[in-house]
């Protein structure tokens, strides 16, 4: 069925109307700071450097192969100075323009403008896509969805019009969408399965459509190979992998169908424990089959954008395990750029079909997916304000509760900080005796069902993610004045995450008043793990100085002159290093940066200037 006239001249305007729409909901986060992993991509230091050379040879955070992502902030930071706001601006209009994306998508495989415009607000208004979108770091799934929404589109067009240059655009744009994430290449498969749907229905056909993208296939396995780190699995029990997969589906399927606000910051499963999670997974696989199985004869499109939806969920859907996040809000966008048009097109049909019941569902999901992206946005915008909702819904998650807690120790939340981080090692380790627990059986806590909560967290068992929040509660206990309870579950931290330096240095700095020696050890440590560790590098100056070791001292402040020229105290002991070597010019110019950083003393300074003075003793005239 062709469309009319009429709804050819309007199209134009409602492709306009969802492109501001789906701005407008989103300007808030453009307030929104870095979080995350943002600072290094914005920086560039997070693929080898801010170069486009970096951007396709180097990894992206060292563990992906995702080049396109990479040169997109490449070209940001040419004029957003390393400003968030321009960083946000990009997400959004790559979330607007897959939105209009969708509404074209949903046009063309219905024919139906009405169609085309629900299919656009579906997108927009989609909860998960807030992570993609309010988030810089989303960029990978933000841009992904985008070009892999063009390249559903120019497939069907391929399929309606016979004209090849749609078919090598869908080659090109599921090519951008692999080289933005590895992801979309799990989308493969639909496109022998287009033949079915919208095609000649034959075999030889769906062989011969596969030859370009075997091509560009073969090309991003070459490309891949110059820089991606290799892929690691994890090993899991028969158990997890057979219930981790239905629990997975629980979560993100009841986050489609009925938007909630727990499936925003959700990144454990740890809230989807029981069999009723497992059967309900179960009943969601069935029904999407049998659905499928009854579409078949009438709505072919929509099974094929339901198998879409699906080839690009099973990467995430932990079956098998992946080693990542075990959910998390953004993983799944690129499955809603298929899921919101076949909302619209349902919708539209239950419409037609007077299926009112359908159509009030629809209506409701997508005033709740308003409703969820709105408050969604909100979370974004400061990382206190997001690692609090993240402890807050999914109190299991180990990064979200750590860094919440280190937010609040610097606000002096110290006791509400402890109760937090003292519940979550609670769980952790199935006992609020833990600490004895850690005491008596050290390593043997390892169980396999401890080492099944630790991978709920990042997909494997990431050790130094617990040993970093051990030192996490350490630190809270050492601010309520707890020292040796401090101590003790440091050495616990120590015991368990050895590389940490960030361990090393915090137990050094407990023990500096109790055992110097020990202390002075632990810095030493930590600056040969990380040499460019500042703060540890500033504590062990100052212990030199004590000493006498000077030009120890000179020579572990010296790199950092420039990076923290605010630092008072940095100047003040480079100003004291130098003077024990009797360099009074050196000293002075030290003293000169102190007077331009924070929190200085002015007192301090004058009594070095006097100091200096009195080493120099009375100047000469130099005649004789």
Known sequence: MALSKRSISIWPIALIGIFIFSIAIYLPSLAGGAIWDDTELISGHGFGGNTFLAAFTKPFLGRYFRPLTSASFVLDSSFAKQTPFFYHQTNILLHAITAVLVACLAIIITKKMSAGILGGLFFATQPLQVGAAAWIGGRTDALSAMFLTAFLICLVLYHQSSKQRWL????????????????????????????????????????????????????????????????????????????????????????????NYASMQTYTLENYQGPLWILIGIAFVVALLWLMKTWWKDHRDWVWLTICALLVYVPISNFPPVPSFVVGPYRCAESGTAVACLFAAIAVQAFASKNYVVVAAAAANLVAGAVVTIWGIQQWLTPAVLFGTQARIDPHFLAGVRNYAQSLEMQ???????????????????????????????????????????????????????????????????????????????????????????????????????????????????????????????????????????????????PFETELSWDSGMWIDLANAKLGLHDFAGANKALDGATHAIFVKKADIEALRQKIKAMQGPKTSGRG
């Open 168 to 259: 090598y655009a869908s080659t090109i744009t599921f090519f951008l969408a692999a080289l933005s994430k590895e992801q979309a290449l799990a989308v493969l498969p639909a496109v022998p399965l287009s033949v079915f749907a919208f095609g000649s229905g034959k075999w030889r056909d769906a062989w011969k459509i596969c030859i370009p993208f075997a091509v560009v296939v073969v090309l991003f396995i070459g490309l891949w190979a110059i820089d991606a780190p290799p892929p690691f699995g994890v090993k899991s029990s028969m158990a997890a992998m057979l219930t981790l997969p239905f629990r997975t589906v629980s979560h993100y399927w009841l986050a489609f169908l009925t938007p």
């Open 412 to 558: 002096g939340g110290y006791q509400e900080e402890l109760r937090l981080t003292n519940r979550t090692l609670t769980w952790m380790f199935d006992t609020d005796k833990w600490e004895d627990l850690l005491a008596t059986q050290k390593l043997a806590v390892f169980t396999p069902e401890f080492i099944e909560r630790l991978k709920s967290n990042g997909g494997y068992p990431d050790k130094k993610a617990l040993a970093a929040f051990l030192s996490c509660h350490a630190s809270a206990l050492a601010k309520l004045k707890r020292t040796d309870e401090a101590i003790k579950v440091e050495q616990d931290a120590i015991m368990i995450g050895p590389g940490d330096p960030r361990i090393r240095y915090a137990y050094g700095e407990l023990i500096l008043n109790k055992d110097r020696p020990e202390a002075i050890r632990q810095f030493e440590i930590a600056l040969k793990i990380a040499p460019g560790y500042a703060g540890c590098a500033l504590a062990l100056a100052h212990e030199r100085i004590i000493d006498g070791r000077f030009e120890d001292a000179v020579r572990l402040i010296s």
